[in-house]
C-alpha cells in the first residue's frame, strides 16, 4: 500500500519535472520569436514610413553641406515632370505640326496676298544694314534654339527609337551644346531688337480696325480688297513684337536660371523655370512659324524689305499706308538710287 502511493507521489514528481523542464526548454524559444518577429515587425514600419519621407521630400541628414543634399526625392521634381510630360510636350508638337498645318490649308484655300497694283519697280528704304545684321542673328538663334529645344525634349520620342544609343548620345550632347550657347547670342541680339524697334510698335486706335478685317490678307467674302489703315509697322507685326519681348523675357530669365548651375536656386525655382521655359517656348515657336508664313509666303513682296532694307512702293502704299504718307510728307523717304 504505501509502496504504491510512494509510487504514484514519484510519478506525480516526475511529470511535473518533464513539465517544468519541457516549459523552461520552450518558454525562452517562445519569447525570443515573438521578440524576433516584433523587430521585423518595427523594422519593415520604420523602412516604409522612411521611403515613405523619402517620397514626399522630407529632409534626412547627410554632411554634405550642398543646397537640399539632404533631399534625396525632390516632390517638386516629379511634379514638374508630370507636368512636362503631359502638357508641355504635346503643346510643342501642337505649336509647330499645328499652327504649320493650320497655315498650310489657309494658303492653299486663300492664296497669298498680291499687290493689287503689282510692283511698281520703285524701292525705297525700309530697314538699315544694321537692322537687317540684328534681325537675322536674332533670327538664326532663335531657330537653332528651337530646333535644338525640339530635340532635346522630343528627341527621345521622335529620333532615339530609330538611331543607334552612341549616335542618339552624340545628337543630344551636340543639341545641348549648341542650345546652350546660342542662348546667350539670342538675348543680346534679342535686347538690342527689342530696344531698337519698340518706338515703332505702340498700339494705335485704327489696329483694331486692321484686326476685324485680318489684315487684309484674306481674298474672298467681305474681306476682299480690303487694305486696312496701317503705320510703320500693321498691328499683327506688333503683336508679334510684344509677344516677342515678353515671352523672349521670360525665355532668357529662365534659360539663365537654367544654365548658370552657380546660382545654386532651390530646386522648387528651377523646375518652375524649366516650365516656363517649355511655355515661352511653345508660344514663341507657333508665333515664329506664322511670322515665317507671313513673311516668305502670305505677303508678296514683303521678304524684300528683310533682304536688301528696301521694299517696294506699292507694297509700302498698300501694308504700310500711314508710314508711306508720313514718311513722304516729312521729307525722310529714301529711294534706292
Ligand atoms: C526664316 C525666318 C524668318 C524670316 C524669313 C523673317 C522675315 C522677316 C521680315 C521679312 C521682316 C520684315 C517685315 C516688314 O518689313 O514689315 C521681319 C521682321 C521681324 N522679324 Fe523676322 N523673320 C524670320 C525669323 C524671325 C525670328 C525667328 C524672329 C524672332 C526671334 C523674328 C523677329 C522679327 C521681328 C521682331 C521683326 C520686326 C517686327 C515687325 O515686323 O515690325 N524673325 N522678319
Known amino acids: 500500500m504505501l509502496n504504491t502511493s510512494l509510487n504514484k507521489s514519484l510519478q506525480i514528481l516526475f511529470a511535473l519535472l518533464v513539465l517544468v523542464i519541457g516549459i523552461s526548454l520552450v518558454m525562452p524559444n517562445a519569447y525570443a520569436a515573438d521578440d524576433q518577429s516584433s523587430k521585423q515587425q518595427a523594422a519593415k514600419t520604420s523602412d516604409a514610413d522612411l521611403w515613405r519621407a523619402v517620397k514626399a ?7 554634405d553641406t550642398g543646397l ?5 526625392i525632390n516632390k517638386a521634381g516629379n511634379e514638374g515632370k508630370e ?14 505640326l499645328g499652327v504649320f498645318s493650320a497655315f498650310l490649308v489657309f494658303y492653299l484655300v486663300n492664296g497669298p496676298s498680291k499687290l493689287s497694283h503689282g510692283f511698281s ?23 537653332t534654339l528651337m530646333l535644338t529645344g525640339i530635340f532635346i525634349m522630343l528627341g527621345r520620342h521622335f529620333i532615339a527609337p530609330y538611331v543607334g544609343e552612341g549616335l542618339w548620345a552624340g545628337i543630344i550632347a551636340t543639341s545641348k551644346f549648341i542650345h546652350d550657347w546660342s542662348g546667350p547670342i539670342f538675348i543680346v541680339s534679342w535686347l538690342m531688337c527689342v530696344i531698337k524697334w519698340m518706338p515703332l510698335q505702340t498700339f494705335k486706335l485704327y489696329d483694331l480696325k486692321w484686326f476685324l478685317v485680318v489684315g487684309g490678307y484674306i481674298n474672298f467674302g467681305p474681306f476682299k480688297g480690303k487694305h486696312p489703315d496701317s503705320g510703320f509697322a500693321n498691328a499683327g507685326e506688333k503683336m508679334w513684337f510684344w509677344t516677342l519681348v515678353i515671352f523672349g523675357l521670360l ?74 504718307d508720313e514718311i513722304k510728307a516729312n521729307g525722310s523717304l529714301k529711294y534706292k538710287k
Open 57 to 63: 521630400g522630407e529632409p534626412g541628414y547627410t554632411t
Open 68 to 72: 537640399e543634399a539632404n533631399v534625396l
Open 83 to 96: 507636368l512636362r510630360n503631359t502638357y508641355l510636350k504635346p503643346a510643342i508638337v501642337l505649336a509647330v
Open 121 to 143: 519697280g520703285k524701292l525705297l528704304e525700309r530697314w538699315t544694314k544694321a537692322d537687317i545684321l540684328r534681325h537675322w542673328i536674332m533670327a538664326i538663334t532663335c531657330l
Open 251 to 324: 525665355l532668357s530669365i529662365s534659360g539663365l536660371m537654367l544654365v548658370l548651375p552657380n546660382l545654386d536656386l532651390p530646386r522648387e525655382a528651377s523646375i518652375v523655370a524649366l516650365l516656363v521655359h517649355g511655355v515661352s517656348a511653345a508660344v514663341l515657336i507657333a508665333f515664329t512659324i506664322v511670322h515665317i508664313w507671313m513673311a516668305t509666303v502670305l505677303s508678296e513682296g514683303g521678304m524684300e524689305s528683310m533682304v536688301s532694307g528696301y521694299c517696294d512702293e506699292n507694297w509700302a502704299i498698300q501694308h504700310h499706308n500711314l508710314w508711306y
